[in-house]
Nanobody, 115 residues
């Protein structure tokens, strides 16, 4: 079992920055990759960024150049630095941990970008 807790969401003006953090606990040794997803009202949940246990990263085209995902293996945390935020980035952001057997989700954190 893996438990995930997100933090760092909030309200920010367009052009501003926020840093989200995902803290993992439990069977963290079994995690292959941790990703950030988001879901806006009325829309499907979508991938934002993923970082693998080897350190490889993948970003959605909509956030490339603005968002950076990073991990601290000693602290079992994965952060998402979000710069140049746009109103269309407004969503609930979820952390996901993928193992060979299943995926685990955090409770989500709200990010609101005002224009």
């Amino acid at each position: 079992q893996v438990q995930l807790v997100e933090s760092g969401g909030g309200l920010v003006q367009a052009g501003g920055s926020l840093r989200l953090s995902c803290a993992a606990s439990g069977s963290t040794f079994s995690i292959n990759a941790i990703g950030w997803y988001r879901q806006a009202p009325g829309k499907q949940r979508e991938l934002v960024a993923v970082i693998t246990s080897a350190g490889s990263t993948i970003y959605a085209d909509s956030v490339k150049g603005r968002f950076t995902i990073s991990r601290d293996n000693a602290k079992n945390t994965v952060d998402l630095q979000m710069n140049s935020l746009k109103p269309e980035d407004t969503a609930v952001y979820y952390c996901n941990a993928a193992t060979l057997k299943e995926g685990y989700w955090g409770q989500g954190t709200q990010v609101t970008v005002s224009s």
